[in-house]
């Protein structure tokens, strides 16, 4: 097992860029060329005391790069897959799908119109429309036959495959049927030798290795087992709360769930935004979760925490925190002055970089610190002036600065959204200090009016027009109105802050 490098992601980019990634192995710090956006999975051992992983730069285009942050292969392709169990990676190039190694050398050139994951030493490939075969690691027919569609194997080593429109079966690694096609809908085998299945295309049940019906179909869906051995599924019916998921056995573990997240991490969902839940049942930290961001594949994640303080003068409400959960329902605090996880342009809150056990908050002094499952900052980003102008700068938790970008006449700099001030808010006035000052100036304005009773008057009998340039934007069509209203109109003085 390789180490994975950490990524930190660089919000406070210059013009014209996009928030790119930095790589951090080994305490050393590299900026991708061309410009990285995103890491599909997990780096695999190379053989060669490192590690590469199929990646995405800002431009779009895909490419392999290593745990250094060096393109092994260049971004220049179409579309790029992490690798198979065999150690082999399908990418796409002009439009045709081939596979290469975890060197980066391509072993089976780009060919296919379209390309599955290998498994079992077989992968899927289609060589035309509606026809799919299956070939072996040296690009070589696995076995005879061709199929309408034809997905990957899984590791009970059944694969889903039709010959006809909208009707599957599984078929064994020599591409004979291990169960006869029949269903509408079917899904890969989990682990356990079970999977999801659906004769109609309305109900779905669980099946075995010899296609038998381990649960009738009852259920309006059924997800793909995961990694804990559970599957995410709806009920059928009318009910609200119809989410939750189930074991092998068709046993719910979780149930009547609303807006129930239908993916898990360390065996924990996100039902409505606010709660944790397992199959042991709803995570307890003690106070109430206002807002629950997934956790990452380390356990933790971002939440919003609320409470409520006993006094001898009753309840009274704590403000709400931001702080790190975990899986083992306790509470990592922030150290003082570090504000809010980070949002993006979108206003959502950014998630966590792939392999990387680190939530990005962002402080009061605008840097971006990096906290760790305990809530320590492990790194943080700053914004810096130069005698070029302004730059990123990334610190460790010693102080210790571990890398700097370019300079720019001007930067991108994230803020607080959840913790905005009142201040940010106004329009007309830099402070609710001036507020008084403000309104004095409205009633001054609407004294002038007054002492200049008689044109207003006039304008309300509509025989002269007293114009206000101030209040034109907030004027509505006065058309329909009587010369009372009209007068009360001209009188007012209004302004939107």
Known sequence: MIAQPILIRNYMHGPGEEPYLLVLSHGQVTQPAPALNRVLGAFNDN????????????????????????????????????????????????GRWGYLDLTG?????????????????????????????????????????????????SDAGLAVASTKRDLFGYIDTTGAWAIAPRFASALAFGAQGVAPASEDGELFGLIGLQGEWLLQPCHRKIGPFNANGLAYCEEAGERWDDGGYIDARGEHVIRHKRRLSQAMSCGIAVEADSEYVSAQGTLDFGVYVSWAHRFNQFGFGTARFAGVERTPQGAVDLPPVWAIARDDASIAMPPAGVLEPLTDDGCMVVPAEANTPLAAFIASDMSIALLDRDARVAYRLRAEWGPQGRHAALYDAAGARLWQG???????????????????????????????????????????KLHNIDALLHAADGTDEVEDEEDDEDEDDDDDLDSDERLARSVSTSRRI
């Open 406 to 448: 370019a300079s720019h006449a001007t930067q991108h700099m994230p803020h607080p959204f959840f913790s905005v001030s009142a201040d940010a808010l106004l329009e007309e006035i830099d402070s609710v200090d001036d507020l008084i000052t403000f309104a004095q100036a409205m009633m001054l304005k609407t004294e002038e």
């Open 47 to 94: 053989g060669q005391g490192g590690g590469i992983a199929a990646a995405q730069a800002t431009d779009g285009r895909y490419g392999y790069l290593d745990t250094h942050g060096t393109w092994v292969v260049e971004p220049t392709l179409d579309n790029a897959r992490t690798f198979g169990d065999n150690g082999l990676a399908r990418f796409c190039s002009d």
């Open 105 to 153: 050398k391509t072993v089976i050139a780009p060919q296919y119109e379209n390309a599955q994951a290998f498994c079992a030493g077989r992968a899927a490939v289609r060589t035309a429309t509606n026809k799919w075969t299956y070939i072996d690691t040296s690009g070589k027919p696995a076995f005879k036959g061709t199929f309408r569609e034809a997905r990957s194997f």
